[in-house]
């Protein structure tokens, strides 16, 4: 059985209560849908081959999905009123959709103790087929790395005979790598000091070649092997040999030789010998480029390319290893699924939503700017609120909507529409609302006005609290104008958060680079909006659309509370009309 694939579902940054409740309403329909069809499967005589479906057709059919609700930003009071009244936890905050290191497929190359062999550390590397092995520690964590590469050349470029004690060679790497047997000595020891010397000549020629500390590479000759422990040698290696002589054995007691016998002949032995020196003699261990699981794949994908490495290790959060990754990895990483619900604005969506794998889009605002590869399911419709469509989509797919589910939805349609205010609202939205009112057992009116007093507590906000509580942007042909909204029940409230907002949005908006900056402070009561704006030409822009001129960077506007059916439309058309002046 395949792993679930997590589907997370997500409306836009500074969220609002349609944002959040629609998400969270969606992801149990979802699910809810994808049981009913499992049993439905079940149930049905299906052929045989409807029953054997391949993993990814499971995948495509929405049988192994996991959906997951999410929020792009920080809740509002009355979001966070409307959660608490129904017990609800907030989503999960999904700041970036870009794939991780924990979405590619990593190589479980297990790592290994620096003191094996350089021939031990091949042998694993071919068997395994990797170019990397990762070098570790008791508690491990990463100490260094070997390729083939190091291998290659501790082998063809070194010629001192004086590296096996460098590299301070364990015995029991030389035992095993030349099939030897210790017969005197420690094997736990290292070989640290002296040179290796093949001892070819006859031993009046050879004693002027060795020196104390030495490993003698040596044959079963008796003489040979005397003149070896006499002129100080540390080691002596015998050659086709099973036995030395027990006048040797004691000899070389005396003198502390440590003495190994193996029957591989002197070319054999002289040709091995530095295959049995440790690996971490020629790790890597400065500046190594390592990543963690939650690293994303388009940062890293940067770093990777600048560096001419096979693999690239992993580690989590505590510095263990894990395995190793590859430039190869970055063409096969499966992009995150999403589900956008309540826009379709790129410059509204989470981050890098451009590399993820959009499956479908619920909105019911403008067309935007959001571009996606394949083909995908977008649901838009000219009402009111998302929440307006998740509940038609309840309908269709027949699935109960549970008490708590309704008082979402009930939520989100009266926060989005004003309470029936909003020339945004339709017919739809105020038949879902009754419904979704009479399930969840509330007055539509007192919830209304319970929800809006909770998250009209503007006084005690920061001018940036306010001013993210619902903060969109809009490209209009390489025009980038934000628009941001707050409403209360209470114009005296309204008047005094604007002077503390206006310093904060007028520095805001040069920050972000944006053309325009808008502000509506919307009294709901009044039915009425204190538009503040910042911008080059603003004046000109906002008497084209509304017939309103800017004072002090204010306008007033009377019946003006939708951002969505009469801001945004009626901005939009008056820079086209300037634009083509």
């Known amino acids: 059985m395949a792993e679930k694939r997590t589907v997370y579902i997500v409306g836009h940054k500074n969220p609002d209560t349609d944002s959040i409740c629609s998400a969270i309403s969606y992801a149990y329909l979802k699910t809810k849908a994808q049981e009913k069809r499992r049993q439905l499967m079940k149930k049905t005589d299906c052929a045989q081959e409807d029953r054997t479906l391949a993993e990814d057709e499971k995948d495509a059919l929405g049988l192994d999905n996991q959906f997951v609700p999410c929020r792009a930003g920080a809740l509002s009071a009355e979001t966070q009123y409307v959660l608490d009244r129904f017990h609800f936890q907030q989503p999960r905050y999904l700041e970036n959709i870009g794939t991780r290191v924990k979405d590619m497929e990593i190589r ?39 390729t083939t590469n190091d291998i290659a050349k501790s082998y063809m470029d070194e010629n001192d005979p ?31 000091h002296g040179k290796v010397v093949v001892a070819a000549a006859n031993p009046d020629v050879m004693e002027n070649y060795i020196e104390p500390n030495d490993c003698v590479i040596l044959g079963n000759r008796y003489e040979s092997q005397l003149m070896a422990i006499l002129a100080g040698a540390g080691c002596i290696i015998v050659c086709l040999e099973d036995s030395v002589s027990k006048t040797i054995q004691h000899m070389a007691l005396e003198h502390g030789t440590t ?116 083909p995908v399911y977008f649901r838009n419709e000219p009402v009111g609120c998302t929440a307006t469509i998740v509940w038609q989509m309840f309908h269709e ?71 993210y509580n619902d903060f969109k942007t809009f490209d209009n042909d390489g025009t980038i104008m934000g628009i941001g909204q707050v409403t209360s029940m209470s114009q005296e409230e309204l008047d005094e958060i604007q002077e503390r907002l206006k310093p904060f949005i007028e520095k805001k908006y040069k920050e972000k680079g944006l053309d325009m900056a808008l502000f509506m402070l919307t009294n709901i009561i009044d039915e009425s909006t204190t538009m503040l704006c910042y911008g080059d030409d603003v004046d000109d822009i906002m008497h084209s659309a509304f017939g309103v001129r800017v004072k002090d960077n204010m306008a007033f506007m009377k019946g003006i509370v939708s951002r969505k059916k009469q801001v945004v439309p009626s901005m939009m058309d008056a820079l086209n009309r300037d634009q083509e002046l």
């Open 108 to 146: 479980k190359t297990p790592g290994v103790d620096g003191k094996i062999s350089v021939k031990d550390a091949w042998e694993l590397m071919k068997n395994q087929n990797v170019f990397t092995l990762p070098i570790i520690d008791s508690d491990n964590h990463l100490k260094g790395l070997v």
């Open 259 to 374: 003495i190994l016998v193996t029957k591989q002949d002197t070319y054999n032995v002289a040709r091995l010998i530095n295959q049995s020196m440790p690996i971490d003699f020629f790790m890597r261990s400065d500046r190594l480029m390592t990543f963690e699981m939650n690293d994303y794949t388009d940062v890293i994908q940067e770093s990777m390319l600048k560096k001419r490495y096979r693999d690239f290790p992993i580690l989590d959060k505590n510095g263990a290893y894990i395995g190793t990754i590859s430039r190869r990895n970055l063409l096969g990483v499966r992009k995150r699924a999403l589900i956008l619900v309540d826009h379709n604005e790129i410059g509204q969506a989470v981050d890098n939503v451009e590399n993820a794998e959009i499956l479908e889009i619920i909105d019911h605002h403008r067309l935007g700017s959001l571009e996606t590869v394949n």
């Open 162 to 192: 004086a590296i096996v004690s460098v590299a301070k060679t364990p015995y029991r790497n030389i035992l095993k790598t030349l099939d030897a047997t210790m017969v005197v000595g420690d094997p736990d020891a290292n070989f640290e």
């Open 397 to 467: 797919k027949d699935i109960d909507i549970p008490k708590n589910i309704a008082g979402l939805l009930c939520s989100a349609i009266l926060s989005d529409t004003l309470a029936f205010r909003s020339p945004t609202c339709t017919m739809m939205d105020k038949l879902a609302a009754r419904e979704l009112a009479s399930i969840a057992g509330i007055d539509p009116e007192k919830h209304a006005k319970a929800m809006f007093t909770a998250g009209s507590k503007l006084r005690e906000k920061t001018p940036e609290e306010i001013f």
